[in-house]
């Protein structure tokens, strides 16, 4: 096997290694032509089982995965305007996406309370760093997120001098010269089972 454990397949059809008495076709490959291919982008597993080396793709990687209904996403806020945000959808869950895509949080999904009240620019500002949850897929690959709930909202922002922004409350966050609004998420740590 010319690439070991660990490669990395970007694409679907990618020829791994040759077929042999001893390297058979495991989950996420198959055999054509007396060659082992990837069936899914992802990292090359070898496993040995009962005497054979198992060749399986992992997924989990960078690339494989894209927004779905309900996915949680860590998003780079780019605009703000008045009745919205753009953004930027960097991760879904714990994946890197291999291209960012685009999303839009509105001034209606920004919190389940006193919608009213929401003023974008004193949630979000450009370059802040959301986690949100997808609600749609909007018009042109565009996807619809919310930010409604006490885990969603800004995690990392930075001041106008640079220096890093920390939560003092649901709605403002403060760093050594300065306290600015934002829609703050409560980061919960997840749990070890």
């Not at 089982?49 to 894209?66: E, P």
């Not at 998003?75 to 895509?101: D, E, K, Y």
Request: proline share 5%; net charge positive; glycine share 8%.
């Amino acid at each position: 096997m010319k690439e070991g454990n660990g490669h990395i397949v970007t694409l679907p059809g990618q020829r791994i290694c040759e077929a042999t008495s001893s390297h058979v076709a495991g989950e996420g490959t198959y055999i054509f032509n007396k060659y082992i291919y990837a069936s899914q982008a992802g990292r090359v597993i070898v496993e040995p089982r009962g005497g054979l080396q198992v060749v399986k793709i992992s997924l989990g990687l960078q690339g494989t995965v894209m927004p779905e209904v309900g996915s949680i996403v860590t998003c780079r806020v780019l605009t703000v305007n008045p009745n919205q945000a753009s953004v930027s959808i960097l991760c879904v869950g714990f994946h890197l996406l291999h291209t960012p895509v685009s999303g839009t949080v509105r001034k209606q999904n920004v919190r389940d309370h006193q919608i009213d009240l929401v003023e974008m620019y004193n949630c979000f500002r450009p370059n802040d760093i959301i986690l949100a949850t997808v609600l749609s897929l909007g018009d042109v690959r565009n996807y619809e997120l919310s930010t409604a709930g006490t885990e969603l909202g800004v995690v990392t922002a930075y001041c106008e001098e640079g220096h890093p922004l920390v939560p003092a409350s649901w709605t403002r966050m403060k760093c050594k010269c300065r306290s600015e609004l934002r829609k703050v998420a409560k980061v919960v740590p997840p749990k070890n089972n």
